[in-house]
């Protein structure tokens, strides 16, 4: 880890209301895996955010947009997080949204198959979808015109746009989440 954990009472006045912010936000939308350790202090990429808040700030303000109030269904927001992951072999992020898959019901076989960077053979035709537009947008390049379609059918409009936004703001957390290094956290003792 390149950056050490951040004490709340050791926080500058441009760190202090952006980790108020991100705690209760932490608190109330994130359930299932380590985010605050015993002392309050931010882990995940909640603590490279804090560390620079003039850029934490507004990824914070991003992910709050896309994660607070989703209209896709839990499933498929996972799938697609988790082929972003895998993509950039994202260890917090694995680690987090391993958990979170398993709480919303995807089983033990497809997540451990996107989180390898494969297709699982038994995806629901959503699933499919919000795999394919993943595994798209994370290999570079335009959206194929049959799988934004898919999308749009899928899920609206609206909601093939949230998808997109989606895999973009993880794409986003994993980049950042690698650039600093984050470790999954040891286990709470």
């Known amino acids: 880890m390149r950056l050490p954990l951040l004490s709340p009472k050791g926080l500058s006045d441009d760190q202090k209301p952006l980790y108020n912010d991100m705690k209760a936000g932490i608190e109330g939308h994130f359930k299932g895996f380590r985010t605050i350790d015993e002392s309050g202090e931010l882990m995940g990429p909640w603590n490279p955010m804090l560390h620079y808040p ?13 994660s607070f109030s989703p209209t896709l269904p839990k499933p498929v927001r996972e799938i697609a997080i988790l082929v972003t992951g895998a993509r950039y072999h994202a260890a917090y992020e694995l680690y987090a949204h391993v958990r979170v898959a398993d709480l919303v019901g995807l089983s033990d076989e497809k997540i451990a198959t996107i989180s390898a960077g494969q297709r699982p053979q038994d995806l629901s035709e959503d699933e499919s979808v919000a795999y394919d ?3 798209a947008l994370n290999s570079g390049g335009t959206l194929p015109e049959p799988t934004y379609k898919a999308a ?21 957390v994993s980049v950042i989440l690698n650039g600093f290094d984050v470790p999954v956290p040891e286990p709470a003792g």
């Open 152 to 172: 749009i059918d899928a899920f609206g409009e609206d909601g093939a746009a949230e998808l997109v936004y989606l895999v973009g703001v993880y794409a986003a």
């Open 133 to 135: 537009v993943a595994a």
């Open 54 to 66: 003039q850029f934490g700030g507004p990824v914070w303000d991003l992910i709050k947009a896309i």
